[in-house]
């Protein structure tokens, strides 16, 4: 049990029922009372605060785009991956069987226990305490996602959100180009007609004029809900 | 938006910010800004609160039949079902075609509209009181699972629970029977191997001495974990 607390201190919370813990841990090889029903509590869970948290983090987002992160965030494989991490696979409770096949190592083994563990945190502590547990261990992993969302070109985006609603795509035109060869400015109109919408970039070439455009739609787009 | 007042009352909220609750009414047909946002968050809350219910409420039950509930819960039929009760397709706003084809009607329309209100409850009030209104809307249909749970006689509910964990079925053996020929006195024991268990019942039949001891034996199951 003192090797709990440094579990306790990966997981980011502190149990005032330490036997909920030992609970999350205890897989159904090892005996009847095991974390089969934490897993079920924690599952749904984790679902919604993972579903909040891209909510909050993806306000011009669709539904389709957020239902797609978040499965990938709570598949199997990424729980497990978290698991590990917090290097939950020393504190399992096993049967004997399954500590001599390896148990400790396995994925979905990993993945429940991560998901009863969630289980036990909302139960020892209420809503709050498991969301900043549960954002912390995905910490990481929703940032890269906004990475990725950034990296992605701007007029993609933009051409993706029009697509994604059913409307016209969107028309650049290149509006005027100033200054000497190796120094030009270009300036691009990029045109939508549904929601009419006009946005203005610039840039030192024809392509970087025109992803500024898109930027620039594609925050009034999300400025008008998107 | 008057009328909006008679639908917050039934739904358990009055709105700090009518705004959100306008949104989450708002179909897909009406318009850019629409509820499919606030479904994807609603979807997620609504699985929650009727896991957390169920894990509540059936402190017994396995993972499988808890799933199972749930999904019995959570399906488009039945929010389609609560949300007439709630009488919310007279509020839902739906694009020209949608409106002329009775879109206010629709299933799909309807429970999506109502998991956006639970959505919007949350973004408006917090967890604590989208979870008092949820659990009020399908406060009749959780305590139909309980009753439905109760009349399921004990010797199928203890079969059951031994063929879930892959434990040996129970045996009964008339012990004895005594009192004259319309006013018998049966007495049975239920003996089970693995938990190791042995419980007594007694009835005006052997059928009803069986289901004593089983109900007996269930109950014992239950105090030690089941």
Redesign the interface.
């Known amino acids: 049990m003192t090797n709990l607390v440094r579990l306790q201190q990966a997981l980011g919370h502190e149990f005032s029922d330490p036997q909920l813990l030992v609970l999350a841990l205890t897989h159904r090889s090892a005996g ?2 095991n974390n ?2 934490l ?3 924690g ?3 984790v ?2 605060i993972i ?2 948290a891209l ?1 909050e983090q993806f306000p011009a ?3 389709g785009d ?2 797609r992160m978040r499965s990938a965030l709570v598949r199997g494989a990424t729980l497990a991956e978290i698991a590990r991490e917090l290097q939950l696979g020393d504190y399992l409770l096993l049967g004997p069987g399954e500590r001599r096949s390896g148990g400790h190592r396995r994925a979905s083994i990993l993945a429940d226990a991560l998901e009863a563990v969630a289980g036990a945190i909302l139960l020892d502590n209420g ?1 709050e305490r498991c969301r900043s547990c549960v954002r912390r261990w995905f910490g990481p992993r929703l940032e890269q996602l906004t990475t990725r969302a950034a990296a992605k070109d701007a007029k993609t985006q933009l051409q993706e959100h029009q697509q994604g ?1 059913g409307n016209p795509l969107p028309d650049y035109e290149l509006v005027s180009v100033q200054g000497e060869d190796h120094n030009q400015q270009f300036r691009v109109l990029c045109r939508i007609t549904r ?1 009419a919408l006009v946005a203005e970039g610039a840039g030192s070439s024809r392509r970087k004029a025109e992803q500024a455009a898109a930027r620039t739609a594609l925050q009034r787009l999300a400025d ?3």
């Open positions: 009847r009372s089969e029903r897993e079920f509590l599952d749904s869970i679902n919604h579903a909040e909510f987002s669709r539904e957020m239902s809503f609603r929601p008008h809900g998107g």
